[in-house]
């Protein structure tokens, strides 16, 4: 009885929901053809690793090749020197650029005139809305050893005026240094914004057990603000294979090779600009999977042990 | 609360150590700009130090003689202004129903989005797939090939999602339609969101370099980014210019060009971000929550 009442009622709400949910559907439209268009093709597009691809033949006609193309990559002398390059470069960020930003964030936070922490905040965000092409122009014209004037304060000290762009024992301090100068004011807003959000009450409590300024922030700032300190990390460690090449092609130079060229640089120039495209999209998908694994063992990880993951 | 004397010291010494710290970040960038209206000789014997010195307005006058420049920043505008739109309406349209909890089909759309943070399509098939699809060296490509960014896209589905179910529930009743409902009650509700998201969009699209330089190869589509980088970058372009030309003679040279470059790029967002940050801080804010 009960179920064909229900029966009889449904048939207009669902057919007045399908209405709703049509119009829904066609909002909807746009955004799946971007992501068919332009995101999930291109990562079926990632099959040619596989093949001997040709752009005459394309991906119906080419030949298959199996593992060949990563078996390639991992015969030549560039797989060890790229992977190294990748992770060392990333680790430096990780050990020396992702601190900064908690650090600076903690310090500001103890500035109490309210003028001078919001000039030091809208400053300091300043290096953050200029481009990576301007950055890396910035910071390779002050090395430039004719004019820079980084190179000229050094001769002063040492009597000799250094190349330091073309030194491979510079490149990774460069890289670094420069990751810090444009992310360290604008990635403390986030710690900001957590450290605002711990209840005041433990710091009053604090006070009264006697704790001084350094132990409230070893006791109470860190351990409040460790969350959003752990997702980041999480999204940095994810993020880390993919997001630096467009900075470090515009930095290296074939003199630096031996440190910079990571295996986004070399994909960039083994498939762009010698169009050997199946070998240098298994270089990409080897990549790509590395960075799946890192942001998932990181997550799992996190999740484990400090309860924070991203998903 | 009373203040202890080594408080007192912790904060002053912190205080001043924030100000020259702050000083030091903006340092390289005066003296790029100083060194943009110094002559040759004062940047090659190392005079500029903080202000300009002799100081002259040629290297601008080079600078803005260069029709390639005010074509690419005309460029750069057009990227701008129409993919900023267009992927707005792209992520509107897209984060409104997917907010809604009821939506068949809601969480496989939505992990898909998410899902190409992690796991990109990678460099060649995504070229490939752009000369697939006929787009090389066409304006439409840079326009639809970044037409939605997952993590903009969660923010505004977040944003989306914590306006009160109540507010359109009388609307509904009044038989509204979905587009009336997200017209009326939903856009007025989430402006500043929406400014945030625009305007991060549209300091990307300013900003972006990689995929304009690898698609396009026109000079009349280029935007200013590309341009620049070859000047400033890959140092190219005035030396190449000025080859017949005996440079002591001349009040620019190549330095003082690719320092007046440098600021010329730089400028449109040096000037707006003091008022633009307060959107950037808030939608970090949001974006920190967990979805």
Redesign the interface.
């Known amino acids: 009885m009960q179920t064909s009442v229900a029966k009889k009622t449904a048939v207009p709400i669902k057919s007045r929901n399908f209405k709703?949910?049509l119009?829904?559907?066609i909002?909807?439209?746009?955004?799946?053809l971007?992501?068919v268009?332009?995101?999930?093709?291109?990562?079926?597009?990632?099959i040619?690793a596989f093949q001997d691809y040709s752009?005459f033949k394309g991906i119906s006609g080419s030949e298959w090749v199996g593992l060949d193309n990563f078996k390639r990559f991992l015969s030549t002398p560039y797989f060890f020197r790229t992977l190294k390059n990748t992770v060392l470069l990333n680790l430096s960020l990780l050990v020396f650029s992702f601190p900064m930003p908690i650090i600076?964030a903690l310090?500001?936070n103890?500035?109490?005139?309210k003028r001078?922490k919001s000039?030091?905040q809208?400053?300091?965000?300043?290096?953050h809305?200029?481009?990576?092409?301007?950055v890396?122009?910035?910071v390779?014209?002050?090395l430039s050893p004719?004019?820079g004037?980084i190179p000229?304060?050094i001769e002063k000290f040492t009597g000799t005026r250094p190349y330091l762009m073309v030194d491979p024992n510079y490149f990774r301090t460069i890289y670094t240094v420069m990751n810090i100068?444009q992310s360290?004011?604008?990635g403390s807003?986030?710690y900001l914004?957590?450290i605002t959000g711990i209840d005041s009450q433990l710091y009053e409590a604090a006070?009264v057990d006697g704790a001084?300024?350094f132990r409230q922030i070893w006791h109470i700032t860190i351990p409040g603000i460790m969350p959003?300190i752990m997702?980041m990390l999480i999204m940095r460690i994810?993020n880390m294979l993919?997001s630096a090449?467009?900075t470090i092609?515009?930095l290296y130079q074939p003199a630096t090779y031996e440190v910079a060229d990571t295996i986004?640089t070399y994909?960039?120039r083994n498939?762009?600009l010698d169009a050997d495209?199946s070998y240098?999209?298994a270089v990409?998908?080897f990549?790509?999977i590395i960075?799946?694994m890192l942001?998932w063992g990181s997550n799992t990880l996190s999740k484990k042990f400090t309860e924070v993951g991203?998903? | 609360m009373k203040e202890t004397k080594g408080e007192k010291i912790f904060y002053f010494v912190n205080t001043l150590f924030m100000i020259l710290l702050t000083l030091g970040i903006i340092y390289p960038i005066v003296y790029v700009i100083s060194a943009s209206f110094s002559s040759r000789e004062a940047i090659l014997t190392g005079k500029v130090v903080l202000f300009p010195v002799d100081a002259n307005l040629e290297a601008y006058k080079y600078v803005f003689a260069d029709r390639q420049i005010w074509i690419s920043y005309l460029n750069s505008f057009f990227y701008t202004i129409v993919g900023t739109a267009t992927a707005m309406a792209v992520t509107i349209l897209g984060a409104y129903p997917l907010s809604k909890s009821v939506l068949p089909g809601k969480k496989i759309i939505t992990f898909a989005i998410v899902l190409t943070m992690w796991f990109g399509a990678g460099t060649i098939p995504m070229y490939l797939n752009y000369r697939d699809l006929g787009l090389l060296n066409t304006r439409a490509a840079i326009i639809l090939g970044s037409a939605c960014s997952a993590y903009n896209f969660i923010l505004l589905r977040n944003f989306f999602t914590a306006i009160p179910r109540s507010l359109e529930e009388a609307a509904d009743i009044d038989g509204a339609g979905q587009w009336t409902i997200l017209s009326k009650i939903y856009l007025p509700l989430s402006l500043p969101s929406i400014a945030t998201i625009s305007l991060f969009y549209a300091v990307a699209r300013w900003n972006s370099y990689f995929w304009e330089m690898i698609i396009l190869s026109d000079d009349s589509l280029m935007p200013l980014q590309v341009v620049i980088k070859k000047l400033i970058v890959d140092l190219k372009g005035v030396a190449a210019k000025s080859d017949s030309v005996d440079l002591s003679m001349l009040k620019y040279s190549e330095e003082t060009v690719v320092y007046a470059s440098i600021v010329v790029s730089a400028v449109p967002m040096l000037v707006l971000y003091p008022f633009i940050q307060k959107y950037f801080v808030k939608g970090v804010m949001v974006g920190a929550v967990k979805e």
């Not at chain 1, 909002?27 to 799946?32: A, E, F, G, R, Y």
């Not at chain 1, 103890?110 to 005139?113: D, F, H, I, K, M």
């Not at chain 1, 809305?129 to 301007?134: D, E, P, R």
């Open positions: 709703k949910y119009s829904l559907y909002m909807l439209i746009p955004l799946v971007y992501y268009l332009f995101q999930y093709k291109p990562m079926y597009g990632n040619i752009i600076f310090l500001l103890e500035v109490r005139l001078v000039v030091v809208t400053l300091s965000y300043m290096p809305f200029i481009s990576t092409v301007v890396a122009g910035i390779i014209n002050l004719s004019y004037i000229m304060v100068w360290m004011g604008y807003v986030v914004a957590a006070v001084n300024k959003t997702t994810g993919g090449t467009d092609l515009l986004g994909v960039y498939g762009l495209y240098s999209t990409g998908l990549n790509s960075g799946l942001v991203i998903w």
